[in-house]
């Protein structure tokens, strides 16, 4: 399967705990997204690389939320001292530029459902 | 600020007929919208993308509309199937990476 892959698909933590999430993106993408789902809710973007570059971040990332792609492949988002309102469905999408940076469609993984007791 | 609405009643149609799902947006002009479909418990899959010097873009059984004077794009399915039942996102652009996306419409199909 050449796809977006996020590990783990479900993860239940206790409040306080810090918690982190793995997205493997489509191999040649260069852009990587991070989105956060709520039931009944369209996804919230939170973050955005270009290769390892982080060049983007929401409002919505408090200083509990930390996103790496060390070597430009694989991204981590750390939650830390975990809150009941973080929980949700964390959404890692994938994506290809163009030279005239085209909008392409973003491909999505299966995501990783939070819940925080 | 700006807004995205989808309608959050889930839409019930027969098989066989078409369905039509809106979005409208306020408070910003955006150069392109794209289209995805989300099933329970999994990420969205890209449908359609359309551009706001286009009117229409058509796939298969889908069509989509976007008219920038109304702020509004329409989504259709025509000869829909029960296997068309899912919920559908609007996420109306401009230049940037991040997409934004409406709450979502969810679509039962019934045999």
């Known amino acids: 399967d050449t796809g977006v892959s996020q590990d783990p698909r479900h993860k239940i933590t206790k409040r306080g705990q810090n918690v982190t999430f793995r997205c493997d993106p489509i191999?040649?993408?260069?852009?990587l997204y991070w989105y956060r789902q709520t039931l009944g809710q369209g996804p919230e973007f939170l973050t955005y690389?270009?290769?390892?570059?982080?060049?983007?971040k929401s409002r919505l990332l408090s200083d509990r939320f930390s996103a790496e792609r060390p070597k430009g492949s694989f991204s981590t988002l750390e939650i830390q001292r975990t809150e009941q309102g973080d929980s949700a469905m964390y959404l890692c999408?994938?994506?290809?530029?163009?030279?005239?940076?085209?909008?392409?469609?973003?491909?999505f993984g299966p995501g990783t459902r939070l819940t925080v007791l | 600020s700006q807004k995205i609405e989808q309608n959050s009643e889930a839409l019930n149609i027969q098989e066989g007929k078409t369905a039509t799902l809106t979005c409208n947006y306020t408070?910003?002009?955006?150069?392109?919208l794209q289209w995805y479909r989300q099933d329970p418990g999994r990420g969205p899959v890209f449908l359609l993308l359309?551009?706001?010097?286009?009117k229409e873009k058509r796939k298969e059984r889908l069509k989509v509309t976007f008219d920038t004077t109304l702020k509004q794009s329409l989504f259709h399915i025509t000869a829909s199937q029960p296997a068309d039942s899912a919920t559908y996102l609007c996420a109306p652009n401009n230049a940037g990476n991040m997409l934004t996306f409406g709450g979502g419409t969810r679509l039962m199909v019934k045999p």
């Open positions: 408070n910003y002009s955006p150069a392109y």
């Open positions: 359309i551009r706001e010097n286009e």
């Open positions: 191999s040649e993408h260069n852009r």
């Open positions: 690389f270009q290769n390892e570059a982080q060049l983007e």
């Open positions: 999408a994938s994506s290809l530029s163009n030279l005239q940076g085209a909008h392409n469609e973003q491909f």
